[in-house]
């Protein structure tokens, strides 16, 4: 069929537009990390200044996972940890998004939302994708499935 090798074509020149011909995998991945230690910086500097609204991607280990809260839009919520002295609460709305599966303590995700200040370290939301696609969306990478 002639649809196949078109749908080829698509791919490719959608992987061209966004990367680019002369950038390697390996650079792509090198600028994702800096990217999330760059918004790590953000994310110390936001708490420490009490600074809220900054949208960030950054990576943490799951230390507690606590109850859904279910007054209003439902959300799954759980604590990671930064560094040592810099935890996040983590609050995934599942009414918008898939819920995150088998989330234990000691994994790592990645995830990309909006930083809220808090005394306790404060508070990533808007882990998922906007239904009414105003802004830009965030998400969450847990064992190799991003959920948006």
């Given at each position: 069929?002639?649809r196949?090798?078109?749908?080829?074509?698509?791919?490719f020149?959608v992987?061209?537009?966004?990367?680019?011909c002369?950038?390697?995998?390996?650079?792509i991945?090198?600028?994702?990390?800096?990217?999330?230690a760059?918004?790590q910086?953000?994310i110390e500097?936001?708490f420490?200044?009490?600074?809220?609204?900054?949208?960030?991607?950054?990576r943490?280990i799951?230390?507690?996972i606590?109850?859904?809260?279910l007054?209003?839009?439902?959300h799954?919520?759980?604590i990671v940890e930064?560094?040592?002295?810099?935890?996040?609460?983590?609050?995934?709305?599942?009414?918008i998004?898939?819920?995150?599966?088998?989330v234990?303590?000691?994994?790592?995700?990645?995830?990309c939302g909006?930083y809220?200040?808090?005394d306790k370290g404060g508070?990533?939301?808007?882990?998922?994708?906007?239904?009414d696609?105003?802004?830009?969306?965030?998400?969450?990478?847990?064992n190799?499935?991003?959920?948006e």
């Amino acid at each position: 069929m002639v649809r196949r090798p078109l749908i080829f074509i698509l791919i490719f020149l959608v992987i061209l537009f966004e990367y680019g011909c002369d950038r390697s995998s390996s650079e792509i991945i090198a600028k994702h990390i800096h990217k999330e230690a760059d918004d790590q910086a953000k994310i110390e500097h936001a708490f420490r200044t009490k600074q809220s609204g900054i949208f960030v991607t950054a990576r943490g280990i799951i230390i507690k996972i606590l109850s859904d809260d279910l007054r209003g839009r439902r959300h799954q919520r759980f604590i990671v940890e930064l560094t040592p002295k810099q935890t996040l609460l983590i609050a995934h709305n599942i009414d918008i998004a898939p819920r995150v599966e088998n989330v234990r303590i000691g994994d790592e995700i990645i995830f990309c939302g909006d930083y809220e200040w808090n005394d306790k370290g404060g508070a990533i939301h808007w882990t998922h994708h906007d239904p009414d696609m105003r802004r830009v969306g965030g998400w969450i990478e847990h064992n190799g499935r991003r959920y948006e």
